[in-house]
């Protein structure tokens, strides 16, 4: 969706003489979002990544937050496949969660 957002809408907003591509400015601000993901994933413990006295565990977190980028970017929800280790119903909380290595993601 990022793509074509570009592509469809690639207008220039004048500000103070001038010219923001805005399409440009918001996919670079989601890109480094995303590093900042990925250096948190990396830098994470073993001993917090899947602490037991967490209700919300590091990876669970870690998880969600890459599946809904991973829909989000997708052309449409029908187009959208999840990723092939991606577990049904884990985010309805039915299901004993055995958690995703560091090296998963």
């Known amino acids: ?18 010219k923001m591509d805005i399409p440009a400015i918001l996919i670079s601000q989601y890109k480094a979002s995303l590093e900042m993901l990925k250096q948190t994933i ?13 209700k919300n565990k590091s990876w669970q977190v870690a998880y969600h937050a890459l599946f809904f980028t ?7 929800e029908e ?6 280790k991606h577990r049904d119903g884990y985010d309805y909380g039915l299901f004993r969660r055995i958690a995703f290595a560091h090296f998963q993601y």
């Open 42 to 54: 990396t830098k994470c413990p073993e001993s917090m990544w899947n602490a037991a006295s967490d």
């Open 79 to 84: 187009a959208f496949t999840p990723w092939n």
């Open 1 to 18: 969706m990022l793509a074509k957002a570009n592509e469809k809408h690639n207008e220039r907003l004048i500000v103070g003489g001038g």
């Open 70 to 76: 991973h829909l989000y970017v997708a052309d449409s």
